[in-house]
């Protein structure tokens, strides 16, 4: 089955730096990579998706994921962090057949003024 | 935009009641599913629902749970015998063809 690691558990950046968070992923096929936002008390809200193609994929809020095959990793970065940018970040890998995705355990963003 | 609907927002309920969380997916949607998430863990997934039966399931997903697609829109979760152990923010998701969208979330608190 896909399993997914995030690293870091908690991540702290002034606003208006740069961020990048990372995941790993194990899949023995193509996988299907996700990157979510939680906000506090909320769901999870789709920030972009990897299926297939360019490796580098736009998603909402000015965030971007490049997808390495040969690192089996799929990390989200953002070139400049706003104050709202601050919740906690799931990244999700799935199968092709719209069976289960499987999380990381999450990274939480914290940003300084 | 169509959303995943989620009711109740917050679910109390005594160990050892039976409690029932309900989803209403995306009405194009044919791929359903239960995550958990435990307050402050990661997001687990329980149980995935395609063509009117489960296609697969997790370990968390005990004979204690149920689903059920009891009409055209409603999906349910059911737990009987509830324990404090399962205290947790339930999440449902649909999809047509990946990716999920997910709904809210009800907050189940065992008492």
């Known amino acids: 089955a896909q399993s997914v690691t995030q690293p870091d558990i908690h991540i702290t950046v002034s606003e208006g730096a740069s961020l990048e968070l990372r995941c790993n992923y194990s899949?023995?096929?193509?996988?299907?990579l996700f990157w979510y936002v939680q906000s506090p008390g909320q769901g999870l809200q789709l920030l972009l998706k990897y299926f297939s193609g360019d490796t580098l994929v736009q998603g909402i809020k000015g965030f971007e994921a490049e997808f390495k095959r040969s690192q089996s990793s799929f990390n989200l970065r953002k070139p400049s962090v706003h104050w709202s940018d601050a919740a906690e970040y799931f990244c999700?890998?799935?199968?092709?057949?719209?069976?289960?995705?499987?999380f990381g355990a999450g990274t939480r963003l914290t940003v300084k003024p | 935009e169509p959303e995943v609907t989620q009711t109740p927002s917050h679910q109390v309920t005594q160990m050892g009641q039976e409690v029932i969380l309900r989803c209403v997916p995306i009405?194009?949607?044919?791929?359903f599913y239960w995550y958990r998430q435990i307050l402050g863990q990661k997001v687990e997934f329980l149980v995935s629902f395609y063509n009117n039966e489960i296609s697969e399931k997790s370990e968390i997903f005990d004979d204690r749970f149920s689903v059920e697609r009891p009409d055209g829109s409603n999906f349910t979760l059911k737990i009987r015998s509830t324990k404090l152990e399962d205290s947790a923010m339930y999440f449902c998701a649909s999809t047509y063809n990946q990716p999920q969208h997910f709904g809210d979330g009800t907050r189940l608190s065992i008492l």
């Open positions: 999700a890998v799935g199968a092709d057949n719209n069976n289960d995705m499987r």
């Open positions: 009405s194009n949607h044919l791929y």
């Open positions: 899949y023995g096929a193509t996988p299907y």
